[in-house]
């Protein structure tokens, strides 16, 4: 095929969203110690094409997320597609964000990042990746020239990456590291310079795509149960009632997410918190007037079996809370067991029984 089809080719393939499930189950079933060449550690990614001419014609945007530290994207990158005209290959360029560390950056929207201007990025051409075409296995082969990326790390002095990927139309496989040259030695590398090997999941293709929707979206509609509140030594605070109504659209090519939660004793009147979102790199990001937080699958679990939460209380007054929620096979009951804590000390404990009572974000009155 010609370039400029192989650049359509090569964003098509490279948009939606990727995780390295399969791997890490295999690497757990697997068995024995643990290896960095065997990663067992779940990551997620999402790429998605942005409109900035700004930058280039074809232009795409990622992030990556380790079950090792969620609130991050270790690796966050905008890529400008484009022929090299001396080499006759589609040219890969990287761009890096300007301010703050080169990985384990916060989470940016793309809206945002399609925004930027060209001066918001570093440009380093050695560590541009050159695609080429392996017809034979239905794929392309990225990566860097041999000792082209190369820089001044401030502690290990001179330094050279390693960096090369295959696409496929429904995974891509990386490896990346870098090397010391004072010495040839190892500075960091991605499990043992091994492959990663990422799926394309359902529901991810395609600009501003989430990707499967994480098990906390996917538990629509409206639930009632008890909660039960404990001091930090296992004594029973109260019980009360709640319903909790979850609701999840697609508004702007994007998920939004909104939940509202009514508790308190039956003689009372009910408290309300509502908390609203957006979910993206496999995790609802959310907040209300007290805390701010997000949700995310459980690692190397069926992801309908639960998940783990974290809010960060506003007011310091207020503990942070590191819940864990369990599911049903069916769908129909879940189990909650929340962790209070302020300033690292545990405070008290709070365990909810549920059962859903209406689908799909409804009213309970319908």
């Given at each position: 095929m010609d370039s400029p089809t192989q650049i359509e080719t090569i964003a098509a393939r490279w948009q939606g969203a990727f995780d390295n499930r399969r791997q890490v189950a295999?690497?757990?079933?697997?068995?024995?110690?643990?290896?960095?060449?065997?990663?067992?550690?779940?990551?997620?990614?999402?790429?998605?094409?942005?409109?900035?001419?700004?930058?280039?014609?074809?232009?795409?945007?990622f992030q990556e997320f380790r079950a090792s530290a969620p609130s991050l994207a270790h690796r966050q990158r905008v890529v400008v597609l484009r022929v090299d005209p001396e080499r006759g290959a589609v040219?890969?360029?990287?761009?890096?964000?300007?301010?703050?560390?080169?990985?384990?950056?916060?989470p940016l929207a793309a809206d945002l990042v399609q925004a930027l201007e060209p001066e918001a990025f570093d440009r380093h051409p050695g560590c541009d990746l050159f695609f080429e075409a392996e017809p034979a296995f239905d794929r392309f082969r990225a990566r860097m020239d041999p000792g082209a990326c190369r820089?001044?790390?401030?502690?290990?002095?001179?330094?050279?990456?390693?960096?090369?990927?295959?696409?496929?139309p429904d995974q891509l496989w990386y490896?990346?590291?870098?090397l010391r040259l004072a010495d040839g030695s190892v500075r960091g590398e991605i499990d043992g310079f091994s492959w990663l090997l990422f799926d394309r999941v359902e529901g991810g293709d395609g600009p501003g795509a989430a990707g499967p929707l994480p098990a906390l979206a996917r538990q629509q509609g409206v639930w009632r149960g008890t909660w039960r509140r404990f001091d930090a030594e296992g004594g029973l605070l109260e019980t009360f009632p709640s319903?909790?109504?979850?609701?999840?659209?697609?508004?702007?090519?994007?998920?939004?997410?909104?939940?509202?939660?009514?508790?308190?004793?039956?003689?009372?009147?009910?408290?309300r918190i509502?908390?609203?979102?957006?979910?993206?790199?496999?995790?609802?990001?959310?907040?209300?007037?007290?805390?701010?937080?997000?949700?995310?699958?459980?690692?190397?679990?069926?992801?309908?079996?639960?998940?783990l939460l974290v809010m960060r209380a506003r007011d310091p007054a207020d503990p942070d809370v590191h819940e864990i929620i369990s599911c049903s096979p069916d769908g129909h009951r879940r189990w909650r067991v929340s962790q209070l804590l302020r300033q690292g000390r545990l405070i008290g404990r709070t365990v909810i029984d549920e059962e859903r009572v209406t689908g799909q974000g409804q009213s309970p009155d319908r």
């Open positions: 295999a690497n757990v079933a697997r068995g024995g110690p643990a290896a960095p060449e065997l990663t067992r550690e779940l990551r997620t990614m999402a790429v998605e094409r942005l409109v900035a001419p700004q930058l280039g014609e074809v232009v795409v945007y040219r890969a360029e990287q761009l890096f964000f300007r301010g703050g560390p080169t990985y384990d950056r916060p820089y001044h790390h401030p502690v290990d002095g001179e330094v050279c990456a390693e960096f090369e990927m295959l696409l496929h490896r990346d590291r870098s319903t909790i109504t979850i609701r999840v659209v697609r508004q702007d090519g994007r998920w939004r997410y909104h939940q509202i939660n009514l508790y308190g004793p039956e003689n009372a009147p009910a408290r509502e908390a609203h979102g957006e979910i993206h790199s496999g995790r609802v990001w959310f907040s209300s007037d007290r805390y701010e937080g997000w949700a995310m699958d459980l690692p190397g679990e069926e992801s309908a079996s639960g998940g």
